[in-house]
């Protein structure tokens, strides 16, 4: 079973810049997406960002489109979620998690089966 482990949350003002990484425990010929994914208090989950292993392509939700930049280091089984230009309403639990069942490449958070524990972002001033 794939495990999950994000860090890199944190406090920061608006305007600045955090890094999260997520280290996988298996090598990502044991799962077909990876995705990024965002709660904030009294809100659904949301995807954020995913990688296809098929292809490499990488998608992004529209309101982070152009700040945030999702990469994958395989050597390290590891991926990051690079966020600049941080707004208070990116302020949310961010969560790492793979589709290991099937090669469906979606920012819906149904088609995937294993999550992290999840780590704290905020923005605030």
């Known amino acids: 079973q794939v495990q999950l482990v994000e860090s890199g949350g944190g406090l920061v003002q608006p305007g600045g810049s955090l890094r999260l990484s997520c280290v996988v425990s298996?090598?990502?010929?044991?799962?077909?997406?990876i995705g990024w994914f965002r709660q904030a208090p009294g809100k659904e989950r949301e995807g954020v960002s995913c990688?296809?292993?098929?292809?490499?392509?990488?998608y992004y939700v529209d309101s982070v489109r152009g700040r945030f930049t999702m990469s994958k280091d395989n050597a390290k089984n590891t991926v990051y979620l690079q966020m600049n230009s941080l707004k208070p309403e990116d302020t949310a639990v961010y969560y790492c998690?793979?589709?290991?069942?099937?090669?469906?490449?979606?920012?819906?958070?149904?088609?995937?089966?294993?999550w992290g524990q999840g780590t704290q972002v905020t923005v605030s001033s």
């Open positions: 998690a793979v589709n290991s069942r099937k090669r469906v490449v979606t920012l819906t958070r149904y088609e995937y089966d294993i």
């Open positions: 298996r090598s990502e010929m044991d799962y077909y997406v």
């Open positions: 990688i296809s292993n098929h292809d490499g392509t990488i």
